[in-house]
């Protein structure tokens, strides 16, 4: 039998929108949690339980460690010099540290390390807790198109010989690649020496 030009129409809008919905709906709603699903937490510590950070970049090592007095400042330079830090510079980091979230997760063959400069890497977080446990995040460089850093937490190889290779901010590169400088603490000009008083000199007798 044939059917009528219309009701042909109307069957295929149907399929169609039947075909719209099974994707956009169904199979998008599986993508999106997938996607969802990656953007997954950098590490599980919280910031108390940190005891030292070492950063570690082309120009500088850095060793942290937090202060046994509950008093400011909070985190102390231990080398390569001695003496108190920037806590907002080291909260800065701490704050990436323990609420960054990777964007995706890449696996990776080992042997491609280079192609993310990750066996040359920026920088290097060695991160110690107060249990001694310790993890590690590693910076190579940034991604196509400059939004996001390639990195590795807690670098080790899975059962298929592959790494993984995380998607993380560029905030990272800010936070640690520092003039030595700006970690100390800095100086409180509000607390400057009280001006030199020169006393005026002795009248001279008059002849």
């Known amino acids: 039998m044939k059917l009528p030009r219309t ?15 099974y994707f ?10 997938e996607i969802k699903e990656q953007k997954q ?19 500088l090592t ?10 400011n400042p909070k985190w102390l330079i231990k080398s390569p010099i001695s003496g108190p830090a920037n806590d907002a510079i ?11 979230n990777s964007d995706r997760t890449l696996s990776t063959p080992a042997k491609e390390l280079g192609e993310f400069a990750l066996d040359q890497p920026q920088a290097t977080i060695d991160i110690t807790l107060k249990n001694r ?14 939004r ?25 590169a800010n936070a640690v690649n520092r003039e030595l400088s700006e970690w100390k603490q800095p100086v409180d000009n509000s607390q400057k020496l009280p001006p030199l008083t020169i006393p005026n000199p002795s009248p001279t007798n008059s002849k």
Not at 24 to 33: D, F, L, M
Not at 133 to 146: D, R, Y
């Open 7 to 21: 009701t042909l129409i109307l069957i295929l809008l149907a399929l169609g929108l039947g075909g719209f919905v």
């Open 24 to 33: 956009y709906e169904i199979r998008g709603a599986t993508v999106r949690e």
């Open 41 to 59: 937490q950098i590490f599980s510590f919280g910031e108390d339980d940190v005891q030292s950070l070492t950063v570690k970049t082309k120009k």
């Open 62 to 71: 850095l060793n942290l460690e937090r202060s046994p007095e509950s008093s």
């Open 90 to 100: 080291v909260s800065y980091l701490m704050d990436l540290l323990v609420k960054g």
């Open 133 to 146: 446990q310790s993890h590690q995040l590693i910076l190579g460089k940034s991604n196509f198109n400059g």
């Open 148 to 172: 996001f850093l390639y990195a590795q937490a807690d670098p080790a190889a899975k059962p298929d010989g592959n790494i993984n290779v995380l998607l993380v901010s560029t905030d990272f």
